[in-house]
């Protein structure tokens, strides 16, 4: 059974970098056929997925345009986790963020959720 | 792709029939899901491609649709299904979700 734990700061000040780490058990980060994925939701911009890494014969990224130039995520192998970077956070960016698996199809597994509030 | 889902609310009894609609503004083919969330929970995979249930979701929850317009419908609400619902679609990158629906106890 897949399991992913969220941990990192809930409080980020304005024009620094959110980061926050996704472990997982169950699964293997480096795993052919799925991706792992941030995704955050708030009240005035509902579930928006923000990015994925994934392995096929090497590491492969996607983000969203919304985000692209401030989002890091990258994998660590040998803890066997996933982490999340986004530079220059406003208070647009507070949000409830989530990591989650894809099957190559949908969210199918999910962690357990961070609210990061932007405040000085 | 945007999803809109309707209604945003629906207020019904334990026991009834729950309709909920998603359009997407292009056709995602069949490679739409649904998600339940509770209050502090994260969302639950329930369907995906349309009408395929994710493991362990009970028969009382089907969808169907294709092109841009879907329906998740649960066919006698049980007091743990009253939730918010999200559509997502798998077509295209960015992956985008629906506004939701709120189904709640009247």
């Known amino acids: 059974h897949v399991q992913l734990q969220q941990s990192g700061p809930g409080l980020v000040k304005p024009s620094q970098t959110l980061s926050l780490t996704c472990a997982i058990s169950?699964?293997?980060?480096?795993?052919?056929?799925?991706?792992w994925n941030w995704i955050r939701q708030s009240p005035s911009r509902g579930l928006e997925w923000l990015g994925r890494t994934y392995y096929r014969s090497k590491w492969w990224n996607d983000y969203a345009p919304s985000v692209r130039s401030r989002i890091t995520i990258s994998a660590d192998t040998s803890k066997n986790q996933f982490s999340l970077q986004l530079n220059s956070v406003t208070p647009e960016d507070a949000a409830v963020y989530y990591c989650?698996?894809?099957?190559?199809?949908?969210?199918?597994?999910w962690g357990q959720g961070t609210l990061v509030t932007v405040s000085s | 792709i945007v999803l809109t889902q309707s209604p945003a609310t629906l207020s019904l009894s334990p026991g009834e029939r729950a309709t909920l609609s998603c359009r997407a503004s292009?056709?995602?083919?069949?490679?739409l899901g649904w998600y339940q969330q509770k209050p502090g929970q994260a969302p639950r995979l329930l369907i995906y491609d349309t009408s395929n249930r994710a493991t362990g979701i009970p028969a009382r929850f089907s969808g169907s649709g294709s092109g841009t317009h879907f329906t998740l419908t649960i066919t006698s609400l049980e007091p743990e299904d009253f939730a918010v619902y999200y559509c997502q679609q798998r077509t295209t990158w960015p992956r985008t979700f629906g506004g939701g629906t709120k189904v709640e106890i009247k």
């Open positions: 989650a698996r894809d099957d190559k199809k949908f969210f199918d597994f």
């Open positions: 169950g699964d293997n980060v480096s795993s052919n056929n799925i991706g």
């Open positions: 292009q056709s995602v083919t069949n490679f």
